[in-house]
């Protein structure tokens, strides 16, 4: 069982928004800037979109934003497109025997 | 440019051990961390552990603890993955995966195009 809490699935319409939340549900993994995002299509490698809870990589569109807030990080999409359909998994540095954890993940549909 | 490129396919009986290799390239190897991560069908990724290029030192999940060894071999930049007395649950894609840097030794920045372990009898 993650420590980090994921919906199984979320859905928009192209041209909307949706929000994907990464909740820690038995410690503090949270409570520090550690948390990235990972995208993930099927048959293809996972690609980081959002790194220490705002960041985006070098090429990653400025329609991927995060944030955080106490215990639960946030993935928001805007502008949805059809290729943006896909996994999404949150992870985090747990702040202690230097480990990773990755939420469940959260399987976006673009509808 | 970065690139990480693994192993072919593997398919394997229950109890034996499997090796993955992921070769580096475009990049100073001793300089950033190589993660593993699986994905067995239908469920979600699962951190495996990591292996510092530079000196070697690994720190391993606790559910693959016993099970995992990695290592890395300097001359040819290239990062091991061994896994043992393995199961039917070891089926999965077996990615690795660099670190963005130093300080962000935990953000898998580049990743391999990944390899299928398959365990079956």
């Known amino acids: 069982q993650s420590p980090l809490t994921q919906p199984a699935s979320v859905s928009g319409s192209p041209g909307q928004s949706i929000t994907i939340s990464c909740t820690a549900t038995t410690s503090d993994i949270l409570k520090y800037n550690f948390v990235s995002w990972y995208q993930h299509h099927p048959d293809e490698a996972p690609k980081l979109m959002i790194y220490e809870v705002k960041n985006r990589p070098s090429g990653v569109s400025n329609r991927f934003s995060g944030s955080k807030s106490g215990n639960t990080a946030s993935l928001t999409i805007s502008g949805l497109q059809a290729e943006d359909e896909a996994d999404y998994y949150c992870?985090?540095?747990?702040?202690?025997?230097?480990?990773?954890?990755f939420g469940g993940g959260t399987k976006l549909t673009v509808l | 440019q970065e690139q990480l490129v693994q192993s072919g396919a593997e398919v394997k009986k229950p109890g034996a051990s499997v090796r993955v290799s992921c070769k580096a390239s475009g990049y100073t190897f001793i300089g950033y961390y190589i993660h593993w991560v699986r994905q067995a069908p239908g469920q979600g990724l699962e951190w495996m552990g990591w292996i510092s290029p530079n000196n070697g030192v690994t720190n391993y999940a606790q559910n693959f603890q016993g099970r995992v060894t990695m290592t890395r071999d300097t001359s040819t930049n290239t990062t091991y993955m061994d896994l043992t007395s393995l199961r039917s649950d070891d089926t999965a894609v077996y990615y690795c995966?660099?670190?963005?840097?130093?300080?962000?030794?935990?953000?898998?920045?580049?990743w391999g195009q990944g390899t299928l372990v398959t365990v079956s009898s």
């Open positions: 995966a660099r670190a963005r840097g130093r300080s962000g030794w935990y953000i898998l920045l580049y």
């Open positions: 992870s985090s540095y747990t702040g202690s025997n230097t480990y990773v954890v």
